[in-house]
């Protein structure tokens, strides 16, 4: 019979997979306004631009922070291997948001020469998505991992495993991602000449978006057996090929929004790409954790410790949520020229 020691690394799997999820929706679209900053060149449409996210940005890295902390609190035995094999593009990342945190403040009293802030917001936005997909290539390709004794499981390869073609392939896809997110934000949020850009801007990215998607979803079975068999394997097969129809769907129906110029549409399907592509990864490496080694039961703490966490996690979830509701429906509306919350 299955007991807490089964559900409990499940239920963190779910909160830590909602928590990641959250942070890439919502600061996937922070994150490509900064990715499209540079093809601007008025500082009052990046004025326009940033006054969009600014009630919104430093709250939507709360999930990072979140999905991390549970990381750490409920599979410490992943957090152990994941972090020294992915240590260099983890500190670049966070380096990368620190930079782009400060420079998002910054910014707004550096006048009149507003260019090296706008350097640093926009290189660190495109620093900081870049790692985050070389941190998903290389957790998709594999880590090498010995267990050692007492010491269980470690982390036995190199520095450098993770950089890998397929790893810069993921980073330039979730930029381009993060890239229509921000897009598909502008038009909705925005009037004018930003606006107008930015649904320019939108189609292209999109396309480009969904080769990328494409490329990694054909690559990934080729690189990895397991996940072939996974999606290729009968029955396996006849339950899992309406998500690649689906998206295709989903993307088709995202470009039509933007060619009629659909304000809400078009970034609430972008939205559900990335969720589609975070389910085909979840199905991809499920129950790994640490691919191809650790599962969740394997990498999951004390019980005791789980269900300690697991408590205070409870509380604050909802009120992180509704925190987020809250701004958002307070803030929601048109960001016009000229006008602005800082």
């Given at each position: 019979?299955?007991?807490?020691?089964?559900?409990?690394?499940?239920?963190?799997?779910?909160?830590?997979?909602?928590?990641?999820?959250?942070?890439?929706?919502?600061?996937?679209?922070?994150?490509?306004?900064?990715?499209?900053?540079?093809f601007t060149?008025?500082?009052?449409?990046?004025?326009?631009?940033?006054?969009?996210?600014?009630?919104?940005?430093?709250?939507?890295?709360?999930?990072?922070?979140?999905?991390?902390?549970?990381?750490?609190?409920?599979?410490?035995?992943?957090?152990?291997?994941?972090?020294?094999?992915?240590?260099?593009?983890?500190?670049?990342?966070?380096?990368?948001?620190?930079?782009?945190?400060?420079?998002?403040?910054?910014?707004?009293?550096?006048?009149?020469?507003?260019?090296?802030?706008?350097?640093?917001?926009?290189?660190?936005?495109?620093?900081?998505?870049?790692?985050?997909?070389?941190?998903?290539?290389?957790?998709?390709?594999?880590?090498?991992?010995?267990?050692?004794?007492?010491?269980?499981?470690?982390?036995?390869?190199?520095?450098?495993?993770?950089?890998?073609?397929?790893?810069?392939?993921?980073?330039?896809?979730?930029?381009?991602?993060?890239?229509?997110?921000?897009?598909?934000?502008?038009?909705?949020?925005?009037?004018?000449?930003?606006?107008?850009?930015?649904?320019?801007?939108?189609?292209?990215?999109?396309?480009?978006?969904?080769?990328?998607?494409?490329?990694?979803?054909?690559?990934?079975?080729?690189?990895?057996?397991?996940?072939?068999?996974?999606?290729?394997?009968?029955?396996?097969?006849?339950?899992?090929?309406?998500?690649?129809?689906?998206?295709?769907?989903?993307?088709?129906?995202?470009?039509?929004?933007?060619?009629?110029?659909?304000?809400?549409?078009?970034?609430?399907?972008?939205?559900?790409?990335?969720?589609?592509?975070?389910?085909?990864?979840?199905?991809?490496?499920?129950?790994y954790l640490?691919?191809?080694?650790?599962?969740?039961?394997?990498?999951?703490?004390?019980?005791?410790?789980q269900i300690?966490?697991?408590?205070?996690?409870?509380?604050?979830?909802?009120?992180?949520?509704?925190?987020?509701?809250?701004?958002?429906?307070?803030?929601?509306?048109?960001?016009?020229?000229?006008?602005?919350?800082?």
């Amino acid at each position: 019979m299955m007991g807490m020691e089964w559900y409990l690394p499940l239920a963190w799997a779910w909160i830590i997979g909602a928590a990641v999820a959250m942070y890439v929706i919502l600061d996937g679209f922070d994150l490509g306004i900064g990715i499209l900053f540079p093809f601007t060149k008025d500082e009052h449409e990046r004025d326009q631009m940033m006054n969009t996210v600014a009630p919104f940005w430093d709250g939507n890295e709360t999930w990072l922070v979140l999905g991390g902390g549970g990381l750490w609190v409920a599979f410490p035995k992943a957090y152990a291997v994941i972090m020294p094999a992915l240590y260099l593009p983890v500190i670049v990342m966070l380096l990368a948001l620190i930079f782009r945190g400060v420079s998002f403040e910054f910014r707004w009293v550096a006048k009149p020469n507003k260019s090296v802030w706008n350097v640093t917001f926009a290189g660190g936005s495109i620093v900081a998505a870049f790692c985050q997909g070389l941190i998903l290539g290389g957790l998709i390709q594999g880590v090498d991992v010995q267990t050692q004794g007492a010491l269980g499981p470690q982390f036995a390869g190199g520095a450098l495993d993770w950089a890998t073609p397929f790893g810069a392939l993921c980073g330039i896809g979730v930029v381009l991602g993060y890239a229509l997110l921000g897009a598909t934000w502008l038009a909705m949020k925005t009037d004018g000449e930003v606006a107008a850009r930015s649904r320019r801007q939108a189609a292209p990215l999109l396309i480009a978006m969904i080769v990328a998607m494409g490329l990694v979803s054909l690559w990934t079975p080729l690189l990895v057996d397991r996940i072939w068999e996974r999606w290729f394997s009968l029955p396996n097969l006849l339950f899992l090929w309406p998500i690649p129809l689906v998206t295709a769907g989903v993307a088709w129906l995202v470009w039509r929004g933007i060619e009629n110029g659909r304000e809400i549409g078009p970034f609430v399907g972008s939205i559900a790409l990335f969720v589609l592509g975070f389910i085909g990864l979840a199905i991809s490496t499920y129950p790994y954790l640490v691919p191809p080694h650790i599962t969740f039961w394997d990498a999951a703490a004390a019980p005791a410790s789980q269900i300690f966490m697991g408590v205070g996690t409870v509380v604050m979830f909802p009120i992180i949520m509704g925190y987020t509701v809250f701004v958002y429906w307070i803030f929601r509306g048109k960001v016009r020229a000229g006008e602005g919350y800082h």
